[in-house]
């Protein structure tokens, strides 16, 4: 049947392997024009002209488009302050500054290649850290104007792009009554998202509507973001989704979509649009880069009495999400740990960066790295057990994060902690690292744990459901499937077990929005709880649809049917039964189709809604509790690190498909890795300096152990038989349980990240 909690095949696994599949990347169209973009070679200058001449000269070039060509607003998810091509300013290395309009793709990028673009560069702002200076340029020095989404008030400032600030005002008796004071400073680089797919739109326009076809995490917002940049309504264009070759969260938002958009209108043609692999890299929204500085007051007990946190994260040239992001650190800080009271400040920051974005767990790996590093410095600075100390400091149910929304269950973590000590008890191994200290030049070890909550995306969701008169259902839904399986596994086997269906007999359509409802789409976690929710709601109603129709088919009450292997039959009489098939046979010719569709949106949980300034997201949906434990070797000669053991408790509400959630936490570790160790998007003069894999350092399979994962079902009364969020979470804790493991073989703190092997042997010469 359905095999819920059981691992079916994935609806896409066929297509994908035998390589039948149609990706974005795939697509072409009779007659169609390709256009190419551009781009910026200096991060901030002053354009003054731009030549096209050498482009019109290559064959099959027919037009260059500059600024003068296209709209002349701003525009932005939450700040309106991106122009639609750069028109007297350059913000950022790879900035688009004109289209090349041609016959063919290698044309297209000729022509690119030809525009001169004549850039008088400016000294660019490469770091928050110089944005912040005292007297710095303003990277925008008229964002006064630029609009706010809604008008709201986030903080901005000159440099600042948003401002969330949390202060109850009565942290100085608290320090001051401390027996000590622990400080530190953490850092964290950018993360680029990896994925092989390039971005890239086709476009049609016809008879007053655009038709964009795409590789995409977010349909509907990608259909409401190219409204606003052409200046239409969101109902002129609809967005067709295919298969995505990965994103991670780099295909949430506008890329060369509504470029293509608007030379579908200009031409009459098919419009195609495809990033190069050093543009993918050049313009990727990467995780931001942050500095996080946290002191606590802290009695001679243990107790944290007070907590001070700064945090400045990157937003790059352009704000993008970065004012919504800036809330997460009150979900993090003062949240599974009892820190007394707390002052939370956040600030994100213009720099002549490429604009920084979504990528798996958004701000919550280098948020928990700090705070988990802190948990640490802590511990050692009281002479305890760090393990011991995080189960003493554990909140309780009931106790309010710094929003004033209570903790629920986070009892979860008591549990977590002791189901991981079961598998890898921590006492012993922190024996077997500490001899290895003894050992002289032998190889040292350690052993790190990190704790976490995170949300489930509460974003609206919306499905479909129908009987189709073979018996089999169809669940019409712009939800994407970007590899979790969420949709190609999950959301089946919800529908086919309400409908007592095989999941094989369960079909999902593609994305397209003037076919479903709104959906939220592929990000945080969100496909099987909210939409699945939708779908379980849906199918609840074309189930009581079944049973009316087979009642009167039947001829026998409605409480009396049940159904089972796509048959419905009266129970206690196996032989008085209808299929599915007949079901809908005879509804649709007498009553109508048997269909029925639901939305679902999460609730917003209790909170305190003036608990801080400039703060967009208010709330912690669903919570989900999360503990890792690394154990790691290093060669005191070389500085290399070696991950010999990984363990990941996770809690998810019910494990729909086991073989997928295991998947979902094998990669979210193996990202965590490379954000921990190895991977690196260095920035020079505000360019960066890595351009290709080569040079990026993404964590091969000999560098990833097999992870060891137990699974904690907590079922959550909203969620679809209990699910909640799980593709998300594996990636937040990793680097924290990294750093605190090395910071133990080495016996010396590490709060930069990534640990080079150069790090390592700083850390042992400090500690000598």
């Not at 004109?98 to 525009?115: C, D, H, L, N, Q």
């Not at 974005?357 to 640490?376: I, Q, S």
């Not at 949709?487 to 086997?493: E, F, I, K, Y």
């Amino acid at each position: 049947m359905s095999g819920l909690g059981a691992s079916p095949a994935r609806s896409d696994a066929d297509a994908k392997l035998r390589g039948d599949a149609v990706f974005g990347a795939d697509l072409v169209r009779p007659g169609m024009l390709w256009a190419a973009l551009v781009r910026s070679p200096v991060a901030a200058g002053r354009i003054r002209g731009i030549d096209a001449e050498p482009a019109n000269k290559i064959d099959d070039v027919l037009e260059v488009l500059t600024a003068a060509d296209v709209p002349d607003w701003r525009t932005g998810v939450i700040v309106s302050d991106a122009p639609f091509l750069a028109a007297d300013y350059v913000a950022f290395e790879g900035e688009p500054l004109a289209i090349v309009v041609a016959e063919s793709r290698a044309a297209a990028e000729a022509g690119a290649r030809a525009v001169v673009a004549d850039i008088e560069p400016v000294e660019p702002i490469s770091t928050p850290e110089q944005a912040l200076a005292p007297g710095a340029r303003l990277v925008h020095p008229d964002w006064n104007r630029f609009a706010v989404a809604g008008g709201a008030d986030i903080g901005r400032d000159g440099n600042v792009v948003a401002e969330v600030v949390h202060d109850p005002g009565d942290l100085d008796a608290a320090f001051a009554a401390a027996d000590l004071v622990v400080e530190g400073t953490y850092r964290t680089p950018r993360q680029y998202q990896a994925h092989l797919e390039p971005k890239m739109a086709l476009a049609v326009f016809e008879s007053g509507r655009y038709t964009i076809e795409v590789s995409h995490q977010y349909p509907f917002r990608l259909r409401d973001r190219i409204a606003q940049m052409l200046a239409v309504r969101p109902s002129s264009l609809r967005v067709v989704g295919h298969h995505i070759g990965g994103g991670f969260g780099a295909k949430l938002d506008v890329s060369v979509e509504a470029f293509a958009a608007l030379l579908a209108q200009r031409y009459r043609r098919p419009v195609r649009m495809q990033h190069s692999a050093l543009e993918e890299r050049l313009v990727a929204p990467c995780r931001a880069n942050a500095l996080v500085s946290v002191r606590s007051a802290v009695g001679r007990d243990g107790t944290i009495l007070a907590t001070e946190v700064e945090i400045v994260s990157d937003s790059g040239a352009y704000a993008n999400n970065g004012p919504a992001l800036s809330s997460i650190p009150m979900f993090v800080f003062g949240s599974i740990y009892r820190v007394g009271t707390a002052r939370i400040r956040t600030r994100n920051v213009y720099t002549n960066t490429a604009p920084t974005g979504a990528y798996r767990g958004v701000n919550g790996p280098w948020l928990v790295f700090a705070n988990e590093r802190h948990m640490d410095a802590i511990a050692d600075a009281l002479g305890r057990d760090r393990r011991e100390y995080r189960l003493a400091s554990l909140a309780q149910d009931g106790e309010l994060m710094r929003n004033g929304q209570p903790l629920e269950e986070v009892s979860i973590l008591h549990e977590a902690f002791e189901r991981v000590d079961e598998l890898a008890p921590w006492h012993a191994i922190a024996e077997r690292t500490a001899a290895s200290k003894s050992l002289g030049n032998g190889v040292l070890r350690g052993v790190g744990q990190a704790a976490a909550v995170w949300l489930t995306n509460p974003m609206p969701g919306h499905a479909t459901v129908k009987l189709n008169e073979d018996g089999t259902a169809t669940v019409i839904t712009s939800a994407t499937e970007n590899g979790s399986g969420a949709v190609a596994t999950g959301l089946r086997q919800i529908a086919a077990e309400a409908l007592g269906l095989a999941a094989d007999d369960v079909i999902i359509t593609m994305p397209d929005t003037d076919a479903t409802g709104y959906d939220a789409g592929s990000q945080g976690s969100r496909i099987t709880h909210v939409v699945g929710r939708a779908i379980a709601d849906a199918s609840a109603e074309v189930r009581r649809q079944v049973i009316d129709q087979a009642s009167h088919m039947l001829e026998a009450a409605p409480e009396d049917l049940e159904i089972a292997e796509s048959v419905v039959t009266v129970a206690g009489v196996p032989a008085a039964s209808v299929t599915l098939g007949q079901v809908a046979q005879a509804a649709t010719w007498s009553e109508g189709p048997i269909a029925a569709g639901a939305s679902y949106v999460t609730p917003t949980p209790q909170h305190d809604p003036m608990c801080a300034t400039g703060m967009l997201i208010k709330g912690w949906p669903t919570p989900t509790y999360h503990l890792h434990q690394a154990e790691v070797s290093v060669d005191p000669v070389t500085g290399q690190v070696t991950v010999d053991r990984y363990v990941v408790c996770q809690e998810v509400g019910r494990a729909i498909h086991p073989a997928a959630l295991a998947g979902q936490i094998q990669g979210g570790v193996a990202q965590g890795l490379g954000f921990a160790l190895s991977e690196r998007v260095d920035i020079d003069h505000g360019r960066y300096v890595q351009r290709t894999f080569k040079e990026h350092g993404l964590p091969l399979a000999a560098d990833v152990p097999k992870v060891e994962m137990i699974v904690m079902e907590h079922a959550d009364a909203a969620g679809p038989y209990g699910a909640k969020g799980a593709a998300e979470p594996p990636v937040v804790p990793v680097a924290a349980a990294i750093a605190n493991a090395v910071s133990d073989a080495v016996g010396a703190p590490i709060d930069t990240l990534p640990i080079t092997p150069a790090d390592v042997l700083d850390a042992l010469e400090r500690a000598q």
